[in-house]
């Protein structure tokens, strides 16, 4: 699991963002040096997600819907479809062949890695991104 060049941008735009403003997907992609195809699919996503709303026409432009202070590193990456397994057995519907091959016998690995998965989704869930982009 790393945070990808996407989630990266997906930041950008939210700290950009933050504070009340208004900007088109022109102005963040310039002012964060995003390319523009990536800031408009980034937005989308974003806004499918109910963190930004995006308004068309003249006085158009993209802005938060939800504060900073609501949104943690975890919700963002959920938003931008990103992985966070720390291991392949971690994701829904995984077979593993190992306990196939075993009599379904219980994998030691998979107890202690569901373990961390655990920690690491609450230490990503744990930080809002106004503190992480912001300081406290």
């Given at each position: 699991m790393i945070i990808t060049k996407e989630t990266d941008y997906a930041l950008r735009i939210l700290r950009a963002l933050a504070g009340g403003k208004q900007l088109t997907t022109a102005q963040l992609s310039e002012q964060e040096q995003i390319p523009k195809q990536f800031a408009y699919k980034i937005l989308k996503k974003l806004q499918k997600s109910d963190l930004v709303s995006i308004q068309r026409g003249a006085e158009g432009g993209c802005h938060l819907q939800t504060?900073?202070?609501?949104?943690?590193?975890?919700?963002?990456?959920?938003?931008?479809?990103?992985?966070?397994?720390?291991?392949?057995?971690?994701?829904?519907?995984?077979?593993?062949?190992?306990?196939?091959?075993?009599?379904?016998?219980?994998?030691?690995?998979?107890?202690?890695?569901?373990?961390?998965?655990?920690?690491?989704?609450?230490?990503?869930?744990?930080?809002?991104?106004?503190?992480?982009?912001?300081?406290?």
């Open positions: 504060g900073l202070d609501q949104i943690t590193l975890f919700r963002l990456m959920q938003a931008m479809d990103e992985d966070s397994a720390v291991s392949s057995c971690m994701k829904p519907g995984y077979e593993c062949q190992w306990c196939k091959s075993h009599n379904d016998a219980v994998c030691r690995a998979h107890i202690h890695l569901t373990a961390i998965q655990q920690k690491l989704n609450e230490e990503l869930d744990a930080y809002p991104l106004q503190e992480i982009l912001f300081g406290p």
